[in-house]
Nanobody
């Protein structure tokens, strides 16, 4: 059983930064065995993969829309994955979700960026 809980959302102005955290818990699995993903869904739009990080944190990949501004990292001791978002733009406004193994999703964290 996997449980994911996001935190750190909020409202900021264009150009500012936010950091989202996703805490993983549960039994029967190990956090450091699995890649972790961040998705987002903007109002009226399809869900978009923001990026992911491999289990050992050796590899990260990002959507072109966030490349160079967002950074995904993880702490395999704390069982947490992070999304550092810099130089935020109004088009980054969305609900952000972390996703893990067994098709598990967090509850989402709202990010609002005003111009």
């Amino acid at each position: 059983q996997v449980k994911l809980v996001e935190s750190g959302g909020g409202s900021v102005q264009s150009g500012e930064s936010l950091k989202l955290s996703c805490a993983a818990s549960g039994s029967g699995w190990r956090f450091d065995w699995y890649a972790m993903n961040w998705y987002r869904r903007a109002p009226g739009q399809e869900r978009e993969l923001v990026g992911y990080i491999y289990d050992t944190a050796s590899t990260t990949q990002y959507a072109d829309s966030v490349k160079g501004r967002f950074t995904i990292s993880r702490d395999n001791v704390k069982n947490e994955v992070y999304l550092q978002m810099d130089d935020l733009k109004p088009e980054d406004t969305a609900v952000y979700y972390c996703a893990g193994p067994f098709e598990t999703w967090g509850q989402g964290a709202q990010v609002c960026v005003s111009s």
